[in-house]
């Protein structure tokens, strides 16, 4: 490589970490992400609480399924004391659907009206329908029809599609935290340090990538789950962002980079990053994010088979 385009790509690398950007999204609001049992309004109080407090003033979205089984448990009005905390507290709520179908497998007029269906909830409690959406799974069409209706749609409702480029198995953590936190407390202490590396891991390989696919780094967007496992884990979750330079921005500010205006012509049943997706359009060969230990998705796959 000639010394001046080498010098190039170095600085292409190395500015940015002086000066990251990430909005923290939030899925799956009441609760979302350690599923197997059903929780009360205080179990799910105190984790959204304390997810807010670890954000103090800093923006964060969280993302509402005002029908999906963590709101079945609460209710019409423990969902409403959920999403109120979230509001008053400034954060922006935004559209996840209603029951969190998958697109792959629902008719594109069914998975309409059930974006249609979650609005109501969101209004009630922030004053004014959401502008953001966000496919569950990630699924936004497996086939060039289905992802034009519900692109269509979107636009014609006033949504934003939000994307994630830090996409990670947070829920796969949060499944085996919630079972070791009542089981097995040394398992619980080991995920969630082998967590927290996990998602520094997760930072790294979409930062270098970032560079690959796009020519630079970018204000990223970061999905997690709102879980008792990033309750917990959020505080050093934070501190990693800020080793690595990063400041918290709002997803409306992250949106304004240009990054978020590249072509995306993926049609298919994947659900990942938005970085791949550019990368697919661009035709670049696959490079995917790092997994899970071994020894994470083995204690999975075994509490998924029982």
């Not at 049992?37 to 609480?49: A, F, I, K």
């Not at 909830?121 to 496919?135: S, Y």
């Not at 519900?150 to 198995?169: H, I, Q, W």
């Not at 980079?257 to 697919?280: A, M, N, Q, V």
Request: include cysteine.
């Amino acid at each position: 490589m000639p010394r001046l385009a080498a010098a190039t790509l170095l600085l292409a690398c190395l500015l940015p970490g002086q000066q990251r950007q990430v909005s923290i999204t939030f899925d799956d609001l009441p609760r979302g992400g350690d599923a197997g049992r059903s929780h009360t309004l205080t179990e799910t109080l105190e984790v959204n609480r304390r997810i807010l407090d670890a954000m103090g003033s800093r923006p964060v979205t969280g993302f509402v399924n005002a029908g999906g089984g963590g709101a079945r448990d609460l209710g019409a009005e423990g969902l409403q004391t959920v999403l109120r905390l979230w509001h008053e507290r400034g954060a922006v709520l935004g559209n996840h659907t209603f029951s969190h179908p998958d697109l792959n497998l629902t008719p594109p007029d069914k998975y309409i009206a059930d974006i249609v269906r979650g609005e109501p909830a969101i209004e009630q409690a922030a004053g004014r329908r959401p502008v953001f959406f966000r496919h569950p799974f990630l699924h936004a069409g497996a086939t060039a029809e289905a992802r034009r209706a519900v692109e269509d749609f979107l636009a014609g409702r006033g949504y934003t599609v939000a994307p994630v480029t830090l996409d990670n198995s947070d829920w796969m953590y949060a499944v085996l935290y919630q079972a070791a936190l009542r089981n097995d407390p040394p398992l619980a202490a080991r995920l969630l340090r082998d967590y927290l590396a996990y998602m520094e891991a997760i930072f790294a390989f979409f930062e270098g990538r970032s560079v690959e696919v796009v020519g630079r780094e970018f204000p990223q967007v970061l999905l997690l789950h709102v879980s008792r496992l990033n309750a917990d884990a959020l505080p050093g979750l934070l501190a990693m962002m800020k080793r690595r330079g990063y400041t918290v921005v709002s997803l409306e500010a992250a949106l304004r980079d240009e990054t978020y205006r590249l072509s995306d012509s993926y049609t298919g049943p994947g659900g990942f990053s938005w970085i791949h997706r550019w990368s697919k359009t661009k035709g670049l060969a696959p490079k995917g994010e790092p997994d899970p230990p071994a020894w994470v998705n083995a204690a999975y796959e075994n509490r998924r088979a029982r």
